[in-house]
T-cell receptor, first 115, second 113 residues
Framework: AQTVTQSQPEMSVQEAETVTLSCTYD???????LFWYKQPPSRQMILVIR??????QNATENRFSVNFQKAAKSFSLKISDSQLGDAAMYFC????????????FGQGTRLTINP | NAGVTQTPKFQVLKTGQSMTLQCAQD?????MYWYRQDPGMGLRLIYY???????DKGEVPNGYNVSRLNKREFSLRLESAAPSQTSVYFC????????????FGQGTRLTVV
């Protein structure tokens, strides 16, 4: 079974600084996709960024980028120029590219932005 | 522009009572999911459905049943609620295709006393 692990329950960063959230996953599949979702206090789940496993190039969305290390099964999220609005729970997620394509999440990291 | 709609938003149950959480999506998605969210545990998959007429167990299916009534609707039933089922429940849906984004409902906060 696929598992996703986020080893940092909480992180904090100064406004305008850079922070990296860690995520590792375990799978025997070769076809899969990885995601980072953000959950602000409103409980809404918002897609931040996604990566296809067969692409070596790391995904980037404005201030958000990933460091995808396929051999190490690592998928970290880097937030540059942190803003107060980035404060939220961040969840790493894995989705199989085959079969029923279930979507599995990690435990989450609570990110605090200090002004 | 409804997206994924969950009902109810809040519910308090007594131990042993039953209830059904409703979920409907209007995006013509094949895949639907039920998760529970507990502090420090993240979102844990209860059941999922890859298409109308099919359902599969996730990580924590015990104490729950699901029905994929049609393509739009995926309900979650608690037959005999227990305090351990106190949680926030999320329904989600997505198209088939691993790269696609999952869309979430607003969640149901369930308390079992």
């Amino acid at each position: 079974a696929q598992t996703v692990t986020q080893s940092q329950p909480e992180m904090s960063v100064q406004e305008a600084e850079t922070v990296t959230l860690s995520c590792t996953y375990d799978t025997s599949e070769s076809d899969y996709y990885l995601f980072w979702y953000k959950q602000p206090p409103s409980r809404q789940m918002i897609l931040v960024i996604r990566q296809e496993a067969y692409k070596q190039q790391n995904a980037t969305e404005n201030r958000f980028s990933v460091n995808f290390q396929k051999a190490a099964k690592s998928f970290s999220l880097k937030i540059s120029d942190s803003q107060l609005g980035d404060a939220a729970m961040y969840f790493c997620a894995y989705r199989s590219g085959q079969g029923a394509q279930k979507l599995v999440f990690g435990q989450g990291t609570r990110l605090t932005i200090n002004p | 522009n409804a997206g994924v709609t969950q009902t109810p938003k809040f519910q308090v149950l007594k131990t042993g009572q039953s209830m059904t959480l409703q979920c409907a999506q209007d995006m013509n998605h094949n895949s639907m999911y039920w998760y529970r969210q507990d502090p420090g545990m993240g979102l844990r998959l209860i059941y999922y459905s890859a298409s109308e007429g099919t359902t599969d167990k996730g990580e924590v299916p015990n104490g729950y049943n699901v029905s994929r009534l049609n393509k739009r609707e995926f309900s979650l039933r608690l037959e005999s609620a227990a305090p351990s089922q106190t949680s926030v429940y999320f329904c989600a849906s997505s198209t088939t295709g691993g790269y696609t984004e999952a869309f979430f409902g607003q969640g149901t906060r369930l308390t079992v006393v």
